[in-house]
């Protein structure tokens, strides 16, 4: 069985590696489009680790998700309209980044469910993150909500695929994300993952560890307002999103 939930989770703590890992909310996305993907992936023989109904039971993300994530050579993440009201959809979109700022091997997919880029990019309408302070109460802090607004701007920047409202095929867009990591893990030679230099469709291996660092430092010591206007300004024409099966800038 090449994918797992959450009534499987000795199976996932004694499997030894995923190959990919899938972030997403269902609430929005709907079982059909997961349950399709991982059947398609299944069909390649390419293991993946699901589980959105643990991630409801709790406001951080479990370990086992944790776990998968580090140990999968391919993330997924479906950014759909209710994505970012999951503090633990955020919290492991937090660490896919983190793995793939260290990881060159690891390769990082954006879907856009019925959602723009721009959206996720610039954190508007339902991507928009309310500022948060510690306190005794609960609250959720604003550290935490800095990573996510970090985390969130960096993968809509990627390259991915974009299913609209109207017409696109669903199928046909999994078949695309299924070739793609075919003929990615078919490139990752045995046991030298880790020296692999990551090249998807528009990063020389430096970038992913010079975008880390820049971001985090601007968004550290600039206004959130400032730091996005800086990014969007230098950095977004490096952006391509896959529409229709042809790479195009996003529009704003």
Known sequence: MASFSS?????IQTHLSFDAYISF??????????????KALEKKEIT???DDRSLKKGKSIPELHLKAIEES???IIIFSENYASFTACLDGL????ECRGVE???????????VKPSEVRKQIESFALADSEDGSDGCIGRERVQLWREALFKAANLSGWEVTQHGDSEAEIIEDIVKYIQKKKQQIPINTASNLLETNSRNVSFWPTTLDFLSSFIFSH???SLSLFFFSRFFQPESQVLVNHQEVAPQA
């Open 7 to 11: 009534s499987s989770s000795t199976s």
């Open 25 to 38: 909310n269902e609430t929005d996305v709907g079982p059909s489009f997961v349950s399709h993907l991982c």
């Open 48 to 50: 993946t680790f699901k």
């Open 73 to 75: 050579k391919f993330a």
């Open 94 to 97: 937090v660490k896919i980044m």
């Open 104 to 114: 060159s091997s690891k390769f990082v997919l954006p879907v856009f469910y019925k």
């Open 222 to 224: 600039f206004p959130r």
